[in-house]
């Protein structure tokens, strides 16, 4: 078996909702699989007008090409793996319970946004919203372990309850904000009115942010037992933070956001 | 049968079956996980009054424990399911908690799950913060020394508690000297602990008394003072008895654990008044699980 490989015949004009190529496909036959209706623009269209398809693992999906206008990627998908060969655009991953993403390029806003488990690895940057609910919605990523290599947009983990988000690079603004639980860990720099509203939680950051806002008070200085437990447990996932052990254990406390519960946290690295 | 010139007597261990599940204590350094371990595990050889049997399985390095630190596994066993839940966590909550720089884990993740920290978190007054960690659950409960971080549960297992021998020596040093040679061979032995004091009981008992509501008493037939007193077990040669008892994950962990042991007091031979193997053999009124010594040995 081969994987299920979707290659862009042309440069897409409109968007594409890619959510039904997961690996629900498993048991259809190519002319079933080349027959899926996909909402493009305000049309349908049948999948083998958009794509080249070849393979037959319906559980190893390949997308080529210029694939920056597929949206909802792995919606819903409960297991398997996606490979995005490129970009991808938004709601990548959006309510996913299972499996695993890797996008080689970057992604649009709402990435693994209300993702509940799985594993999503974005090679590029990550728009704004990253792991966030979607609007109006209140709760956010509900477990599952997002890894970026490059840099998150505004209001990462927004709303956020459970799971990790690993950014590698530099985190927008809001970061954390109105978080009621689960880790933030950012590598790079953050923005402005980090952990807004958050009422649990915990951001880790290797770099002392520019502005801690009033709303968090320090509580000095610590070496928390948790935090190599936490990075060990990374240990199976492609992320530098599961060798950090030893760079982050020993951390500055303050908890907040004050003007929600309270009983979040930011842990910035002692010594950055 | 005759093992280095000491008797293995023709006869069984007789043991009963138990629920067990495995702690892992770790410190800033092995002695304060040692620390813990032991008290935690104090108080506690026999389910007769202690309420569960619990001890030292052994040492962790570093590189085995959950958070890298040093540690201890400990293993606790009672006689039914809801009193070594009560159990853990009394002792985890007044021996773990308590002692500074220590993390509690479990070491069995799987079995049916008893609480661990799932109560003790209460503790943290609303400042215990959860967190989820591949796919298991730890709390972090605020403590004057920094933070306590306990596993939100352990995994209970079916076991096997009681087994045991007997080690007949011409004195009472040479008995103790037995017993502290196979009490070292059976610690490298995994999933047993022997929870009497130093592994070793010198009081063992026998079912049932004269005396009403007792249900044990003193095993008068190897008690030495008695020999021309009570249908004794003991030769005129044998001054001093002692027991080794063993709790199991399994009855083969016994299994091992007994001819370590005896293998290594049998070691001392008659040349050091090491003269006969024996067990506690309750003619099948304690329990389903019969260790035959001889078969062990074989």
Redesign the interface.
Known sequence: MSALTFTLKTEPRQRIDAAPLTAELAGKSAAEIGAVPLQTGNRQVRADELFEIEGDDAGHIVFNGPTGKLDFVGRDMTQGVIDVHGDAGSYLGMKMTGGQIVVRGSIDAYGACELKNGTIVIHGNAGDFLGASLPGNKKGMAGGVVIVKGNAGDRAGDHMRRGALLIEGNAGDYLGSRMTAGTIAVLGRTGLHIGYGMGRGTLLLARAPTDIPPTFNDCGAHTLGFIPLLLKGFADYDTVFSGMSETLKRVRRYAGDFSALGKGEILVAAGS | MNINGVDIEATFAEAFPMKATRLIITAQNAKWARIAAETMTGFATSVIACGCEAGIERELDPSET????PGVAALIFAMGGKTLAKQVETRAGQCVLTCPTT?LFSGLPAGDPIALGKNLRFFGD??Q??????GRR?W?IPAMD??F?CEETTGMVKAVGGGNFLILAESQPQALAACEAAIEAMRKTPNVIMPFPGGVVRSGSKVGSKYKGLNASTNDAFCPTLKGQTQTQLGPEIESVMEIVIDGLTAEDINQAMRAGIQAACGLGPGNGIRRISAGNYGGKLGPFLFHLQEIMA
């Open positions: 959950p958070d890298g630190r993390a609303g400042f913060i959860s967190k989820r960690i591949h730890y972090r920094g933070e971080l």
